[in-house]
């Protein structure tokens, strides 16, 4: 245990010190990234220990609180979500290290620091405390550290208003989680974790409201799709090593929060299973249709970002059905398709995010439409943006399909012998995985083909560069890693099986029962042969080129006179195809001013993809409730003698009830 | 019953009421000043065990602070700011005395009720220390002064101060100490804070200093924000 402690010391030192030195950028910057990846790699250790078979770590130190207790354990779950947490932080902090540099002049690099050594310290705390006081407490410092890095740019008013909405809404759900816990300290009589483990059975009714409670406090972090609508608002906002903590590992706390969840309540019954499948299909497939819709980079990908929380919470939900209905191939499956999900996501949504920040941070703009042609000028942010984007569309041999092939082979094994009302589940989840890996193909085939392929479409692009070493090297490393995981796939499969055998409670063993190798094997035997397939076709085009001219021409000049890069496909007519089939969800609005007559001078074409959500169920409530609580202003009047009366009545009244 | 202590709490209360009634701020500096004093002297009679070295402190640090310094401060305040008396309080003077015998009425009625740790030397005392608190509220709610609320805060603070050492054990001394230490700061800052508004706006009516608040009458476009954040919004934006 000393290890991590001593990381989360490192971390919460070196974040007061770089607030503290927040005169000097470069103190600043060395203090408080240095702290952050020296914090993040020493706590690295222990969590890869426990991956790889070490023992569960505990400790237990009495606290005034109460109800709360400092007790913290690394089990092989919290070392699963640990070790993402750990890597991408301390990437993300050397990445941010050069991103924020040239924002020195303009404004102070001490608090960006304080607040994200201090968010990572808490997503740390927030997956090992096995106490519910410890657990909230970190859960919401997490929430307000990661506001205050939101907030950065706070003079533009979509970044305010961004985090107003991310602060609502994160507070509403830790309102749900209040009650939760609360709940389920009084039934079990204490706060500690493991007492609620040891309770047994709850009683249907009490189990199916905590399932609830849980599903929509860890939902909302989590970001499932009717209470995500923080997300593409909060994420295009933060900085985009803020973006990609958040995006890559925020919000799986809150997947974690509900697998600990699961591991409390006992075996779960059916319409548990059919909740997860229905969420993890309604965010995964409108995640991905919103995705494909939107013109900015970041927000694009902070969609994406729902689409796999949904690939996550599908695999959860065949996991519990495979719980539910005894079969143990379906639970490992389900299970260790999701878990390595979250995982994968980490890897491939921190090189995406990183990505776009080094096209924003060159060319200072994040709508797609304006971009374009940048892979002539940053070769590696390309490379590593397209291996991204190869590996989030679930595409062999990279590690995105490895999770999701784990997820579909659970569902078609569960399929074929389970009785027909058990399987319509599975099935629609074999479909809706297949739709978002269709769609995600497309949406980031869009995303990387505008910003990257053909012609510049802007000025932005004019002076585009490629970034400094700080912000080139962790996308390589997360980009070799995402090759590393899809290509040693049977072997990181087999490493989750301590974790599985905390969320399923009973022993996992390698084979036809449990971790299938066997198929694993065969995809990776199809990776190897694509990718001997790409080396093959690569040598023979350079054998048969060899000796013969090879000239370079403009992109879009077959047959045209003169090319030019308004002629391009724009982001809005590629997905057009697809976001009319969907029109139905996805609302498009187009603001067209179409050519007339026979000499047409002026046109114009645009599209904007609003949430709907947000527009159609959120903002309606909101402002219907602000009408009702409209009534209770005058209360608010500003007269100090008048709050201290307030205070004053109450207290007085409460001792007289009490009292009388 | 020991006599001297009796009389020292009716003495409290009577320099409540006189802070209750007195529209003159030079008076009612004094009788909180002489209420200082009189709770200075408290912990001496009250322990009938040792005069510990710590107690002594404590008595004497308080009476130098409540009696002297404070006092001194808010006089400068007063004189600095131009304000001799209390003109136009929320509530009348007449009817402040009426809430006062309300206050003793139903702090000697919760003193019957109030459960405590162990028993008080005097079954007056609880109830003095809760007049006396209530008292403190009143005038902090009913003025507008700020000099005059400041009074409060200090009428305040000796309430409870009476309230720990009734209970008098090592400890609330202890906290009291951090108490008095937190006033003294207070009252300096808001000395100081007094002075510099009074030269900046011409006054000190805490009901005129109604800008600050965090919400205004205006309304903002609909369609920018989710409403009801919006205004809070547009507030950080300033």
Redesign the interface.
Same mark, same amino acid.
């Given at each position: 245990m000393l290890p991590v402690l001593t990381s989360l010391a490192v971390l919460l030192v070196t974040g007061l010190a770089a607030l503290i030195a927040h005169r000097s950028p470069r103190a600043a910057t060395a203090l408080g990234a240095g702290g952050a990846a020296a914090g993040s790699l020493l706590g690295l250790v222990p969590a890869l220990g426990v991956l790889l078979g070490d023992p569960a770590i505990s400790l237990r130190v009495p606290w005034q609180v109460p109800g709360g207790a400092f007790s913290v354990e690394i089990d092989a779950l919290s070392a699963l979500f640990l070790f993402p947490i750990f890597l991408l932080s301390a990437l993300a902090a050397v990445y941010g290290a050069g991103y924020l540099w040239p924002s020195r002049t303009t404004r102070s690099l001490g608090p960006p620091w304080f607040f994200y050594n201090l968010l990572v310290a808490c997503m740390v705390l927030v997956v090992i405390a096995r106490n519910a006081v410890l657990f909230l407490m970190a859960w919401e410092v997490m929430a307000l550290a990661s506001f205050f890095l939101v907030i950065r740019e706070h003079e533009k008013e979509e970044v305010r208003e961004a985090g107003w909405t991310y602060l609502v809404a994160t507070r509403l759900g830790t309102a749900f989680l209040l009650a939760f816990f609360a709940w389920i300290g009084r039934e079990t009589g204490s706060m500690e974790f493991d007492r609620f483990s040891r309770h047994g059975v709850f009683s249907p009714a009490l189990a199916g409201s905590l399932f609830v409670l849980a599903v929509i406090g860890f939902g909302t972090k989590a970001g499932f799709m009717p209470l995500h609508v923080w997300l593409p608002e909060a994420h295009p906002a933060a900085p985009s090593h803020v973006s990609a903590l958040m995006s890559g590992v925020m919000i799986k706390t809150g997947i974690y929060g509900l697998v600990r969840t699961l591991t409390w309540l006992g075996p779960p019954p059916a319409w548990w299973a059919w909740t997860l499948i229905a969420i993890g299909l309604s965010s995964g497939i409108l995640g991905v249709l919103f995705a494909l819709a939107q013109n900015d980079l970041k927000r694009l990908l902070a969609y994406s970002s729902v689409e796999n929380i949904g690939i996550i919470t599908l695999g959860l939900g065949v996991g519990v059905l495979g719980i539910h209905t005894g079969s143990t191939t379906l639970a490992v499956l389900g299970f260790a398709g999701g878990l390595l999900h979250v995982v994968n996501h980490a890897l491939f949504k921190g090189l995406l995010f990183l990505g776009a920040g080094a096209v924003v941070h060159a060319t200072g703009t994040r709508e797609i439409d304006r971009l374009g042609g940048l892979l002539k000028r940053m070769p590696v942010t390309a490379a590593c943006f397209l291996t991204g984007a190869a590996a989030i569309s679930g595409l062999p041999p990279f590690n995105g399909f490895v999770g999701e092939f784990l997820i579909l082979l659970g569902s078609f094994r569960g399929a074929s012998v389970l009785p027909a009302e058990t399987a319509v589940p599975l099935l629609a989840a074999i479909a809706g995985l297949a739709l978002i890996g269709g769609l995600a193909a497309a949406c980031f085939s869009r995303a990387f083909g505008i910003v990257f392929l053909g012609e510049a479409r802007g000025e932005p692009v004019a002076h585009a560069h490629e970034p400094g070493p700080a912000l080139r090297a962790p996308m390589w490393i997360l980009a070799v890693a995402c090759v590393a995981v899809g290509l040693l796939g049977p072997w990181v499969v087999r490493a989750l099986a301590p974790a599985l055998e905390v969320v399923m409670g009973t022993p996992v063993a390698s084979g036809e029962e449990g971790i299938p190798t066997g198929p694993l094997l065969g995809v990776l035997l199809a990776s190897l042969l694509l990718l001997a397939t790409v080396a093959l076709s690569a040598a023979i085009r350079r054998f048969l080129l060899a000796g013969r001219p090879v000239t370079e021409s403009v992109t879009w000049d077959c047959g045209y006179a003169r090319p030019g890069a308004r002629m391009q496909y724009t982001a809005s007519s590629y997905a057009q195809p697809l976001t009319s089939l969907f029109s139905v969800f996805l609302r498009t609005r187009r603001v067209a001013a179409l050519p007339e007559g026979i000499f047409p001078s002026g046109a114009s074409f645009a599209t904007e993809t609003r949430d709907v959500c947000r527009e159609s169920g959120f903002r309606p409530a909101f402002e219907r409730l602000s009408r009702v609580l409209w009534a209770m202003r005058w209360l608010q009047h500003g007269r100090v003698h008048l709050y201290v009366l307030y205070i004053a009545l109450t207290l007085v009244v409460l001792l007289v009830w009490k009292l009388g | 019953m020991n006599l001297g202590l009796e009389t020292i709490l009716v003495f409290l209360v009577l320099a409540n009421i006189v802070v209750l009634a007195s529209s003159r701020l030079t008076a009612c500096i004094r009788a909180v000043a002489a209420q200082g004093i009189a709770l200075g002297i408290f912990p001496l009679l009250a322990h009938d065990a040792a005069l510990t070295a710590r107690v002594l402190l404590l008595a004497a640090g308080s009476m130098v602070l409540k009696g002297i310094v404070f006092p001194m401060l808010l006089s400068r305040a007063a004189r600095d700011a131009e304000v001799r008396r209390e003109m136009e309080p /929320?509530v009348g003077y007449t009817l402040s005395i009426v809430f006062g015998a309300a206050a003793l009425a139903?702090a000697l009625w919760?003193g019957s *009720?109030?459960p405590l740790p162990r028993a008080t030397w005097s079954p007056l005392v609880v109830p003095v220390a809760l007049f006396t608190l /209530?008292v403190g509220?009143f005038i902090?709610?009913?003025?507008k002064k700020a000099l005059s609320?400041v009074l409060g805060y200090l009428v305040l603070e000796n309430g409870i101060y009476a309230f720990g050492v009734a209970l008098a054990l090592e400890e609330p001394l202890l906290v009291e100490l951090g108490v008095l230490l937190d006033v003294f700061v207070a009252v300096f800052v808001m000395g100081i804070a007094i002075f510099h508004i009074s030269r900046e706006f011409d006054h000190i009516d805490? +009901?005129r200093?109604?800008?600050? *608040? +965090?919400?205004t009458r205006r309304r903002r476009a609909?369609g920018? $924000?989710?409403?009801?954040?919006g205004e $809070? $919004?547009g507030e950080?934006?300033k």
């Open positions: - | /929320f139903v919760i *009720r109030l /209530f509220l902090i709610v009913s003025r609320q805490t +009901d200093m109604t800008t600050l *608040r +965090d919400w609909p920018t $924000a989710l409403s009801g954040k $809070a $919004a950080g934006g």
